[in-house]
């Protein structure tokens, strides 16, 4: 018994390190509803409203004990961004329609599912091939992790004017390197965040560089991204950047072992950071002071690896950047510092 609850707090630790938290709703009513008991918010009869169905889809989630570790943070959320995307409502769109009422065959649309996501613990995101960051939609399948990422959060916060430490003009970045990209969300969040600038978003996989070239297309943005497959730096040549931005594999050994079953929807490679969790971003420390101009930076997420990689480089002064929803996970470094 005692080893079978290690094993549970196990998991639910390494759930939450591997999250993103990119919630795709923050409508009034339905923080409302999370605010309430489940089960006294649960319709005696079939739901007939979009509220109705969050309110039951949560209720059915919660009961479940799905995961909670791929865009959102909670039944309520998750409920939230089944019924949106099942009626063609973007997450703020969610507010002003609570009171709609739903078809039947819409709600047998949702009802099913809820019940996938149940009966196979596979995200949400990838059921719907759908996920939202920073309020942009992104296609995603099981070719790519699931995008969640605090990285979009400081494109947006520390380069704009009204920053309170702004890392640098969003007008003067003209070149940007995603490295890891995955599905291209961080690329495109870079161009909507520097509208002078022209970004490569390079990948290992070329099953998550099809996923991206997708985003890219949706987006419109094909003569400002530029794909590259390659082991991180391999595939640039001499290129220099005014920024590298990378949100590169980083579970440790421990936490490869205790994934939740969601997460073994999505690749691997996308996850597995080495024994330690720092292997890749040891070598991107290593290589990225050559392909950074001279007032050039990076920024980098590590999630829970703070303390590995401070041992690691007692030297290096690292500058953590907090968001709403992390503290210590994503580093800042001048050129002149690597």
Same mark, same amino acid.
């Given at each position: 018994?005692?080893?079978?609850?290690?094993?549970?707090r196990?998991?639910a630790?390494?759930?939450?390190k591997v999250?993103?938290?990119?919630?795709?709703?923050s409508?009034?009513?339905?923080?409302?509803?999370k605010?309430?008991?489940?089960?006294s918010?649960?319709?005696?009869?079939?739901?007939?409203?979009?509220?109705?169905h969050?309110? @039951?889809a949560?209720?059915?989630?919660r009961k479940a004990?799905?995961?909670f570790?791929?865009? @959102?943070?909670?039944?309520?959320?998750?409920?939230?961004?089944?019924?949106?995307?099942?009626?063609?409502?973007r997450?703020d769109?969610i507010e002003?329609?609570?009171?709609?009422?739903?078809t039947?065959?819409?709600?047998?649309?949702?009802?099913?599912?809820?019940e996938?996501?149940? +009966?196979?613990?596979?995200?949400?995101?990838?059921?719907?091939?759908? *996920?939202? *960051?920073?309020?942009?939609?992104?296609?995603?399948?099981?070719?790519?992790?699931?995008p969640?990422?605090?990285?979009?959060?400081?494109?947006?916060?520390?380069?704009g004017?009204?920053?309170?430490?702004?890392? +640098?003009?969003?007008?003067t970045?003209?070149?940007?390197?995603?490295?890891? @990209?995955?599905?291209?969300?961080l690329?495109i969040?870079?161009? +909507?965040a520097?509208?002078?600038?022209?970004?490569?978003?390079?990948?290992?996989?070329?099953?998550?560089l099809?996923?991206a070239?997708?985003?890219? *297309?949706d987006?419109?943005?094909?003569?400002?991204?530029?794909?590259?497959q390659?082991?991180l730096?391999?595939?640039?040549?001499?290129?220099?950047?005014?920024?590298?931005i990378?949100?590169?594999?980083?579970?440790?050994?421990e936490?490869?072992?205790g994934?939740?079953r969601?997460?073994?929807?999505?690749?691997?490679?996308?996850?597995?950071?080495?024994?330690?969790?720092?292997?890749?971003? +040891?070598?991107?420390?290593?290589?990225?002071?050559?392909?950074?101009?001279?007032d050039?930076?990076?920024?980098?997420e590590?999630g829970r690896?703070?303390p590995?990689?401070?041992a690691?480089?007692?030297?290096?002064?690292?500058?953590?950047l907090?968001t709403e929803?992390?503290?210590?996970?994503?580093?800042?470094?001048?050129?002149s510092?690597?």
């Open positions: 018994m005692a080893k079978t609850a290690k094993v549970a196990r998991k630790a390494t759930a939450k999250s993103r938290r990119a919630a795709p709703t409508a009034a009513k339905v923080r409302q509803a605010k309430k008991p489940i089960k918010v649960v319709a005696k009869t079939q739901p007939a409203t979009v509220l109705d969050i309110r @039951t949560a209720s059915r989630l004990r799905v995961v570790a791929h865009g @959102t943070t909670d039944p309520v959320a998750e409920a939230a961004f089944i019924v949106g995307e099942t009626l063609g409502l997450p769109a002003d329609a609570c009171d709609r009422r739903v039947k065959a819409d709600s047998a649309k949702i009802r099913e599912l809820v996938q996501r149940v +009966r196979t613990r596979k995200p949400a995101a990838y059921l719907l091939n759908r *996920m939202y *960051m920073r309020g942009l939609p992104f296609y995603v399948d099981e070719r790519t992790i699931v969640r990422s605090f990285i979009g959060e400081i494109l947006d916060d520390h380069f004017d009204e920053a309170s430490l702004q890392l +640098r003009d969003p007008a970045v003209t070149r940007v390197l995603d490295l890891c @990209t995955g599905s291209g969300c690329a969040l870079a161009a +909507r520097f509208p002078n600038a022209v970004i490569d978003a390079a990948d290992l996989s070329a099953d998550a099809a996923v070239r997708r985003n890219v *297309m987006h419109g943005l094909e003569r400002r991204i530029r794909l590259v390659g082991d730096f391999t595939a640039l040549g001499g290129e220099r950047y005014d920024l590298i990378s949100n590169p594999p980083y579970v440790d050994a936490g490869m072992a994934l939740p969601e997460c073994a929807y999505e690749p691997k490679m996308a996850f597995d950071g080495g024994a330690d969790g720092i292997a890749l971003v +040891r070598r991107i420390l290593s290589d990225a002071g050559a392909h950074l101009d001279d050039g930076g990076l920024l980098c590590v690896c703070r590995a990689l401070e690691a480089y007692p030297r290096m002064p690292f500058l953590w907090d929803e992390s503290e210590g996970e994503v580093f800042w470094l001048e050129a510092q690597l």
